[in-house]
């Protein structure tokens, strides 16, 4: 079976943003100091085949934890969703 899993990775809450405080700093010069916080992550969108839902959990569990994310300083959170 074909599956896409969407992965979003972002920094740890309690550790520093310098992007997203750039950026914050650069909403508040283009006068829309409304926002209150700006946290920069990834976005990433794997195409994947296993034989269950089960079995592809697992392999981007395993991407996430050994690849694509710093588990010290980032966490992440994914959806499953059988590919068309």
């Known amino acids: 079976m074909k599956f896409t899993a969407e ?3 972002m920094p740890r ?3 520093l ?3 997203g ?3 914050m700093l650069g909403l508040e010069h283009l006068g829309l100091s409304q926002v209150a916080d ?3 992550g990834k ?4 195409n994947l085949e296993a034989e269950n839902e089960q079995a592809a959990q697992e ?3 395993q991407a996430c934890k050994k690849l694509l994310a710093n588990l010290i300083m980032e966490s992440y959170s994914f959806e499953l969703t059988p590919a068309e």
């Open 59 to 61: 392999k981007v569990e």
């Open 43 to 46: 976005h990433i969108r794997l």
């Open 17 to 19: 943003d310098p992007q």
């Open 38 to 40: 700006v946290r920069i």
């Open 21 to 23: 405080k750039a950026v």
């Open 13 to 15: 809450p309690e550790l």
């Open 7 to 9: 992965i979003d990775i």
